[in-house]
């Protein structure tokens, strides 16, 4: 056991100095992405002064707009890892990157936890469902269900759900929350929070420490839609995967023999085909974090919820790049670590795999 853990240790390690170069070059790539973009962001910047060409050249002589590209991508690498991320262009223009992305991740991650948490639940129970009811109408409905959710992009079914839950069923509130930082009480909501109390970005967490429950129920009922709609997405494929692995563990001899035995059907599927149905499931489940990462980009823009999506999709159509290389800095972390939380957990699910 002693030596397992110490194995761990230095995987997790490996891993870790892995994660460094595989960052640097997903910044440099993006940084030649961002430049080869056409939207200038000082022509959009410098919108009302479009007819001085001074101010305009003086803006990228400012930016290092002419310095060849070597140096620029020098100077932005060397700036980003001691801590100096700039300034945006044109969105909240002169705000600190970093700043921002204090600010729109936690709102992201907010509606990130409850398809993260949901779908693995509400998925194994419907893909056990459908395997031990195979080609029966429950299992036909499931399956149904569950090509919907992966054949239909994210958006499409965002659009459907406020169409119909928010306009011809105006069950929830439609209309996006605050801006950050959202307790400047721009929403027709007033937060009892004082602008300058401390809170941790998290705007359900904020409610609940301050009492603040008309804020609260505000919050949650901008969240049910979006988070209904990445749920929805991410259940269908972890749906498909375990009834088919559910499928195969069940044409096992052991299952058939633990049948024979008289062993209870329940006991069956949940002590003896679960376990080993659920080992290639598990990576799907725990890598789920970049599946719900890239729902939320679409769904944030659909539902006009200031997150890291939408303010990734203003900064592209704006051409807002240094905001788009901030942005991705932190999802590019955490679709990494979530994929060595993955492995990890893999490894520990089923103890036959070893740390290499």
Request: proline fraction near 4%.
């Amino acid at each position: 056991m002693a030596n397992k853990q110490k194995n761990m240790v230095k995987y997790v390690i490996k891993r870790l100095l892995m994660m460094i170069p595989m960052l640097i070059l997903v910044l440099i790539f993006t940084w030649f992405l961002s430049r080869l973009m056409a939207v200038n962001p000082v022509t959009n910047r410098l919108a009302g002064s479009a007819g001085d060409p001074e101010a305009y050249r003086a803006e990228l002589e400012r930016i290092g707009y002419f310095d060849p590209w070597y140096v620029q991508l020098g100077t932005y690498l060397y700036n980003l890892f001691r801590g100096d991320w700039g300034n945006t262009y044109v969105i909240f223009t002169g705000t600190p990157i970093i700043d921002i992305v204090a600010d729109v991740f936690p709102r992201t991650i907010e509606l990130m936890l409850i398809p993260i948490i949901l779908s693995p639940i509400l998925a194994v129970k419907l893909g056990i469902a459908s395997a031990t009811h195979r080609d029966k109408k429950k299992d036909a409905i499931i399956r149904f269900v569950a090509i919907l959710g992966a054949g239909f992009p994210v958006f499409w079914i965002a659009s459907m759900v406020q169409t119909i839950f928010g306009y011809a069923l105006p069950l929830f509130t439609m209309g996006s929350l605050d801006i950050p930082a959202f307790f400047a009480n721009s929403s027709s909501i007033t937060s009892i929070i004082p602008i300058d109390a401390p809170t941790t970005g998290f705007r359900i967490i904020d409610c609940i420490i301050y009492n603040d429950q008309r804020y609260l129920w505000d919050t949650l009922l901008h969240l049910i839609l979006p988070a209904m709609c990445i749920t929805f997405v991410s259940l269908a494929s972890i749906t498909r995967q375990t009834r088919s692995s559910m499928l195969d563990v069940l044409d096992q001899d052991y299952i058939r023999t633990a049948r024979a035995k008289g062993v209870m059907e329940k006991d069956v599927i949940n002590k003896h085909a679960l376990r080993n149905a659920l080992l290639p499931v598990s990576n799907l489940i725990i890598g789920g974090t970049a599946t719900a990462l890239l729902g939320s980009f679409f769904v944030e823009v659909t539902f006009n919820y200031y997150g890291y999506g939408y303010y990734m999709v203003k900064a592209i159509l704006l051409g807002d790049y240094l905001l788009i290389n901030g942005l991705l800095v932190v999802a590019t972390i955490i679709i990494l670590t979530g994929n060595l939380v993955a492995d990890v957990m893999y490894v520990i699910i089923d103890p036959r795999i070893s740390y290499k």
